[in-house]
């Protein structure tokens, strides 16, 4: 178990002096200055440290690659001590940890942002995100699902989103979580990951998409655009052909089926597909297929 879990279970934490691995250096370290900070700073009748808040400011300006490990060691102890660090000092340190490759600390300190009083700038949550694989991503979704006072905006959150469904499909139950209105296009951009050859992928996400979607905005290309996905993805395919000419009667709705072609092209195969057996819509699909050759 981390330092940092522990921290924020247990009411005790003592201090201890950081041993530094960098038997190299040749300057005064952030190690260094906090070892010393330990020498100068007095304790309450609690035997707590009260550090000072310049003094932790200045520990974390001075830490480098080859001594973050040490570093978190001790942070941990400063945050143990029950001292307030400033939220602005907590986001330099995740920030110097993720870029010195410490996401995993990070992700730690996300999941227990309530017991060590941290709530994290969203930029130090985006710059996290594009930092970690898939996998800690998808772990940093759920953090932030379960975490109402962690924060991430729209724009951030669209960011975010990839050409992997499993990704697209966490973006979207965040959204959800935190109430945040995606644009039309991002919308558009999750729908059409759950198209796999001719499979629809989480029919049950794509009903309740329908559901908090279907009305969508009717002047807005993008947002017609995921009705008819999921119409598709449904089966609804009268209103999947209804919605599809909409499209292409509104401005650039030809130029934007022409330039969504590579996801456009299956779905129209799966909607011929629907309607073989019934020739009056069948007869208005192949004339709307025409306009788009």
Known sequence: MSKLIQLAFKPHYFVTRVQSINSKAKSFTAI??????????????????????????????????????????????????????????????????????????????????????????????????????????????????????????????????????????????????????????????????????????????MTQFAQENGNGNENDIYSSLSILFTHVYLTNKQQAIVELAKIIEQKDGLTILKQEEQYIKPLLEILQKQVENDEKWKSRLDELIQKLS
């Open 32 to 205: 260094d200055f906090y070892n010393n900070l330990l020498l100068k700073t007095q304790t309450n009748k609690n035997g707590r440290y009260k550090f000072q808040t310049n003094d932790v400011g200045q520990f974390v300006n001075m830490i480098e690659k080859d001594n973050i490990k040490e570093a978190i060691e001790g942070f941990n102890n400063i945050l143990g001590h029950n001292n307030q660090v400033h939220c602005g000092i907590k986001d330099k340190f995740m920030l110097k940890c993720i870029e010195f490759d410490q996401t995993k600390y990070v992700l730690d300190a996300l999941k227990f942002h309530s017991a060590i009083k941290y709530f994290p700038h969203p930029s130090v949550i985006i710059t996290l995100a594009k930092k970690l694989d898939d996998e800690a991503l998808i772990e940093l979704f759920k953090i932030l699902k379960t975490s109402p006072f962690l924060k991430i905006d729209s724009a951030d959150l669209s960011n975010l989103i990839k050409d992997d469904p499993k990704i697209s499909y966490e973006v979207y139950r965040v959204a959800l979580q935190k109430k945040i209105k995606l644009q039309p296009k991002d919308l558009y951009r999750i729908a059409r990951q759950f198209l796999s050859g001719n499979k629809v992928r989480k029919v049950g996400f």
